[in-house]
């Protein structure tokens, strides 16, 4: 944490928890007797309970949205270019919750939880939980929170997935979608690149059939390789060579298979840092819900059939250099609203960043977003 | 919020039916958007390529998508999306004028275009008698910085109306004072200095 917290900061924050006796219905057939959530929030609820924001969270990422856990804490939240007071989601007039979601390995009941049931780690018996999955159990714990509707569901990435099924499932529940960065589902190539992540994974020795925990190693190669694949997608062509060129690490090559490259350097740091971060069958998991995420599906392939009865308005991103989830595949989610005849704007900022722009404060991006949850705050009142 | 609604727009927005749903290709800042939809209950999207004006767009609360007139209304919209679709002073500056009207009518039952009238006495004096390229209130860029690469008069876009079957169903012709006089009205290729069109396609 910076010495002292910047004004513009929501601060030192808490996590939170909630517990859920009521049995969850999966989208795969099984169901969760039991489960935990662990979230955030940031500002206060106004009295008539129309200032809520739910922010979604991507692939990797948890409820710590914004401030600091503790003094010692070296980065803030994932979305502290966003999210403070005065900000894009300005805390001072809007109470944002971030919750962590079902199947995570950062707090929500997940692959490293203990099964009730068992009095084991769930590990790889955990179920595949779908955006659909995430979007019902948001939609209880909203009602624990006495949120009826929220001012805004806010999401980057497969955060965005969880904004768009938020309008498909409980449209009167949402008053706003911002989908950033996202897609209304994946493209061969993506799903493709997913299933090298997942089979680098798999194909680890340590990996045991998800049960490394009992055996008590961990797949600490896979996890790293699928991580320094991952980690590639996320950036663009451009940005790489702005960060690293072609610049060696020791001003020299060594003729050998060691970090010649300071990118390859900079991908295995990024890989195992990754490894002590996150677990190995939630990443499995993570990568199926956005492989599965295909709300159209159900509509004969139709998306504006399926966002026929969506109330929202809809504000949808993009970044141009975002090959992962690239602008097209946001025009393809405009055209469907447009279709539908649905409030929405779409804005697709020049950046240079990939598709970890979304996180970036690139002033267009931030302009751009800042202008819209002004539209949010006076629908919501505030 | 408060803003001006300039004659030219004005002028438009006397010709949209209350209720209706417009596409405005070119948008700006998204004023005749706002102005529609307040004053008349109209919906529909700004189109717009400036980021400076889609914040404008996002600030006045209009929808706005970001998109290339002549190269992205495939990636948005369907046969007849709109009733009127709306081209104020763009036509001009696009590379494919004609195309762009056959895309205006696959999208919308009606189009409504302004361009400045390079029929005008003014640019006749200039390029005919002066001999250089017209810089008048309408046409304020010269030659060869200006965004305008199709000028065409009133007879010129009339003739084009013709050859892609396109009725024109109302045509408003002002002087450089934003009025309709008598001269412009006898002589609207000569005295006109802004042209409106309102059309559709024509029933065959």
Not at chain 1, 3 to 28: A, C, R, Y
Not at chain 1, 84 to 92: F, L, W
Not at chain 1, 136 to 154: H, M, N, P, T, Y
Not at chain 1, 324 to 336: L, N, T
Request: charged share 20%.
């Amino acid at each position: 944490m910076p010495e002292t917290i910047p004004k513009d900061s929501v601060g030192l924050v808490q996590p939170h928890f909630m517990h859920f006796d009521e049995p969850l219905s999966l989208d795969s057939g099984r169901v969760l007797p039991s489960y935990d959530l662990i979230y955030e929030t940031y500002g206060t609820l106004n009295p008539a309970g129309t200032n809520a924001i739910l922010l979604c969270h991507a692939l990797s990422s948890d409820h710590h949205a914004a401030g600091y856990h503790s003094t010692e804490e070296r980065k803030p939240g994932w979305w502290e270019t966003c999210v403070g007071p005065g900000k894009c989601i300005d805390t001072n007039r809007f109470f944002v919750v971030c919750s962590n979601n079902l199947g995570s390995c950062k707090g929500s009941t997940g692959p490293v939880s203990v099964n009730p049931e068992t009095g084991k780690v769930f590990g790889p018996d955990f179920p595949l939980v779908t955006v659909k999955d995430w979007v019902k159990s948001q939609a209880i714990f909203s009602d624990r929170l006495g949120i009826k509707k929220w001012a805004a569901v806010v999401g980057g990435s497969l955060g965005g997935m969880q904004a768009m099924q938020w309008t498909i499932d409980y449209p009167d529940r949402i008053q706003h979608a911002i989908v950033i960065a996202s897609a209304a589902k994946l493209s061969a190539q993506n799903i493709a690149f997913n299933e090298v992540a997942r089979q680098a994974i798999l194909t680890d020795p340590d990996f045991h059939e998800g049960h490394y925990q009992a055996n008590n190693t961990l797949p600490r190669r896979g996890l790293m390789i699928a991580r320094m694949l991952g980690h590639i997608t996320y950036l663009s062509d451009d940005a790489m060579r702005a960060k690293f060129g072609r610049e060696l690490r020791e001003g020299k090559v060594n003729y050998n298979f060691d970090v010649d490259f300071q990118v390859e350097s900079y991908l295995r740091y990024q890989g195992m840092s990754f490894v002590d971060r996150f677990d190995a069958n939630t990443y499995l998991l993570m990568t199926k819900t956005l492989d599965y995420f295909d709300p159209a599906r159900e509509c004969d392939d139709d998306l504006s059939a399926a966002f026929k009865h969506a109330l929202a308005s809809f504000f949808v991103l993009s970044f141009t250099s975002d090959w992962r989830f690239a602008p097209q595949r946001s025009k393809e989610i405009v055209k469907a609203l447009l279709d539908d005849d649905k409030d929405v704007s779409y804005v697709e900022v020049e950046a240079n960043h990939g598709h970890d722009a979304f996180l970036m404060p690139i002033p267009r991006y931030l302009e751009a977003f800042s202008l819209y949850m002004e539209r949010v705050a006076k629908d919501a009142c505030v | 919020m408060n803003f001006e609604l300039g004659p030219e727009l004005n002028l438009i927005s006397q010709w949209i039916k209350p209720n209706s749903r417009v596409l405005d290709m070119g948008c700006g800042a998204g004023t005749l958007m706002q102005h529609l939809g307040n004053s008349l209950g109209v919906t529909g999207y700004g189109l717009e390529i400036d980021p400076d004006k889609i914040a404008l767009c996002l600030q006045a609360g209009i929808n706005v998508i970001q998109s290339d007139i002549e190269e992205g209304l495939v990636d948005f919209f369907d046969e007849d999306s709109f009733d009127y679709v709306i081209m104020g002073q763009t036509l001009q500056a696009m590379r494919q004028p004609s195309r762009l009207l056959d895309e205006m009518m696959r999208i919308g039952k009606q189009g409504i275009v302004t361009f400045p009238n390079f029929g005008h006495w003014k640019s006749r004096v200039q390029i005919g008698l002066e001999g250089h390229m017209p810089v008048t209130p309408a046409l304020p860029s010269s030659w060869h910085n200006t965004p305008n690469i199709h000028l065409c008069t009133l007879m010129d876009f009339e003739s084009l109306c013709r050859e892609r079957s396109i009725e024109i169903l109302e045509r408003k012709v002002m002087n450089n004072e934003h009025k309709t006089t008598i001269g412009t009205r006898l002589f609207p290729n000569l005295l006109g200095e802004i042209a409106l069109y309102r059309f559709r396609k024509m029933e065959l």
